[in-house]
């Protein structure tokens, strides 16, 4: 079965100040991967995904995020972050199938500074 | 755009009651499924379906059943609910991929949740 761990709970960033949150997967095949995020009392809405082909994808809002199958990384980046970006961010893994939904991860919460 | 709606935004029921948390997408998805979201949980597959009047449990079933009479409504049942049930409730909806490309995941349309709470 495949997992999601996302280590960061919280993480705090500077307004205009660059982003990555981590994201690591446990699959035995090619995974198909996902980032989502999350407004305070809103759904999910997905930023990017990648499924094959160039590791580096990019997403909506600036969002980029980079798949390193050594790494069992997909790791989301954007290099200035805005105050309205703060919000839940949540990866998640898919085997294929398409009818079998996604795993998520615990998801990480991003804090803005002014 | 896909819209993934849910009847209830806030609800509030005792323990013991029957709930009905309804779902209805309006892009003729094949596929529906119904999470529970917990701080430091993230998110949980309860059940899905692939299709009219098919249903498969996911990781926590438990407590829940479900309903899917017709393509475009998928409806979660606690059919006793528990005060462990208070929980975001979000449900989400994807198309089947066709051709060459049935093995990918399709990415996951949500609505915008249902807070319930049992006391």
């Known amino acids: 079965a495949q997992s999601v761990t996302q280590p960061d709970i919280h993480i705090t960033v500077s307004e205009g100040a660059s982003l990555e949150l981590r994201c690591n997967y446990s699959?035995?095949?090619?995974?198909?991967l996902f980032w989502y995020v999350q407004s305070p009392g809103q759904g999910l809405q997905l930023l990017l995904k990648y499924f094959s082909g160039d590791t580096l994808v990019q997403g909506i809002k600036g969002f980029e995020a980079e798949f390193k199958r050594s790494q069992s990384s997909f790791n989301l980046r954007k290099p200035s972050v805005h105050w309205s970006d703060a919000a839940e961010y949540f990866c998640?893994?898919?085997?294929?199938?398409?009818?079998?939904?996604?795993?998520f991860g615990k998801g990480t919460h991003l804090i803005i500074q002014p | 755009d896909v819209k993934v709606t849910q009847s209830s935004r806030y609800l509030v029921k005792r323990t013991g009651e029957k709930v009905f948390l309804e779902c209805v997408q309006d892009?003729?998805?094949?596929?529906m499924f119904w999470y529970r979201q917990d701080p430091g949980l993230g998110l949980r597959l309860i059940y899905f379906s692939y299709d009219v009047k098919m249903k498969e449990k996911g990781d926590i079933p438990e407590g829940y059943s479900v309903s899917r009479e017709k393509k475009e409504r998928f409806s979660l049942i606690l059919e006793s609910a528990s005060t462990n049930q208070t929980s975001m409730y979000l449900c989400?909806?994807?198309?089947?991929?066709?051709?060459?490309?049935?093995?990918?995941?399709?990415?996951?349309?949500f609505g915008n949740g249902t807070r319930l709470t049992v006391t």
């Open positions: 699959y035995g095949a090619t995974p198909y």
């Open positions: 892009m003729d998805h094949e596929n």
């Open positions: 989400a909806s994807s198309p089947q991929p066709l051709g060459s490309v049935s093995s990918y995941n399709s990415p996951l349309h």
């Open positions: 998640a893994v898919g085997a294929g199938g398409g009818a079998d939904g996604l795993t």
